[in-house]
């Protein structure tokens, strides 16, 4: 089966957060947390090695999950709570949470998903068989000092991947360069490639002979004109909403897909410097959420949005 795809994003969100040693509040549910086990001798032949594992406690510590969609997605915390409402309508079953990709809680008890078990443990979980100590060498010690690196690079990673790679469903609108577009490219003026010529000339030219480089005051860009047909939100209204687009463009092939659907009523709205595409609106909030339940079926991922 198919997983929703804004699911799939918050999942992976998680992922990189408990791979950068962070914890997650989960409103209603608890906080899963990392914990890291030292390397532990068995025998004198055999060490455990250390692991890296999540736990459960049921208080809530540390941000919550909205909060970290909040910061990864640039989004508001309002819009952040209401991904959150919908993520755990999909994942937390008759008391079960399931985050694929991550690992499963029930009865107070994580069990990590194997692919993310390696992903934390590349080490492996078996016994480590160890030579006599020579020299006065101390695997268990060497072995915790390999972890800690170990640790510091998989953090690291997890780090990276988690920063800015969060996109929700509304980013994924593919945007492409028209012809016309290139066209404008390929036909600047002369003088804009002048600065250009005159940085490179030098590097061909005797050095007695280079005239002194001429600056310009760069001209300020023309304030972009507001899209027709976009209309501004109404502070405390409430919006149902489709996605949140970078350009009108697809702000407007987003409005003919969704009539194509039988969708209609559906208007543009100024969104920041993004354009968001609502399908309904109302002032209160109530009306709101019976419109995207009562839609459910044909557009799953419609949520609520409180203009400021």
């Not at 952040?80 to 008759?94: D, F, M, Q, S, V």
């Not at 979980?125 to 160890?130: G, T």
Request: with cysteine; proline share 7%; net charge positive.
């Amino acid at each position: 089966m198919t997983q929703n795809p804004m699911v799939a994003e918050v999942n992976r969100l998680i992922a990189n957060i408990f791979a950068a040693g962070e914890s997650v509040a989960f409103p209603s549910v608890g906080t899963l947390f990392p914990l890291k086990r030292a390397a532990r001798r068995i025998s004198k032949r055999a060490v455990l090695p250390p692991l890296r594992e999540i736990d459960f406690k049921s208080d809530l510590v540390g941000q919550t999950l909205a909060e970290h969609l909040a910061a990864a997605a640039r989004c508001p915390i309002e819009q952040a709570e209401e991904i959150y409402g919908r993520w755990l309508n999909y994942t937390l079953k008759e008391g079960v949470l399931t985050i694929e990709g991550v690992g499963v809680l029930q009865q107070k008890h994580f069990r990590l998903d194997p692919a993310f078990d390696v992903r934390l443990n590349p080490q492996g979980r078996k016994p480590i068989a160890v030579r006599a100590r020579r020299r006065g060498l101390d695997w268990p010690i060497w072995l915790g000092l390999a972890a800690v690196v170990a640790a510091v690079v998989i953090g690291f990673y997890g780090y990276r991947e988690w920063g800015g790679t969060l996109q929700m469903p509304w980013k994924y609108a593919k945007v492409e360069k028209t012809v016309t577009e290139v066209a404008k490219t390929a036909e600047q003026p002369a003088e804009t490639s002048a600065p250009v010529a005159e940085e490179v000339a030098p590097a061909e030219q005797n050095t007695a002979e280079t005239p002194a480089p001429i600056t310009t005051k760069p001209t300020p860009a023309p304030t972009a004109p507001r899209a027709t047909g976009v209309q501004t939100m109404q502070s405390g209204h409430y919006y149902v909403v489709l996605g949140v687009y970078s350009t009108v463009e697809n702000a407007e092939r987003a409005l003919v897909a969704a009539a194509e659907k039988g969708l209609s009523g559906a208007a543009a709205y100024y969104f920041g410097q993004k354009f968001m595409v609502a399908a309904y609106s109302a002032a209160d909030q109530e009306s709101c959420a019976a419109f995207r339940r009562a839609q459910e079926a044909s557009f799953p991922d419609l949520w609520v949005y409180k203009a400021r």
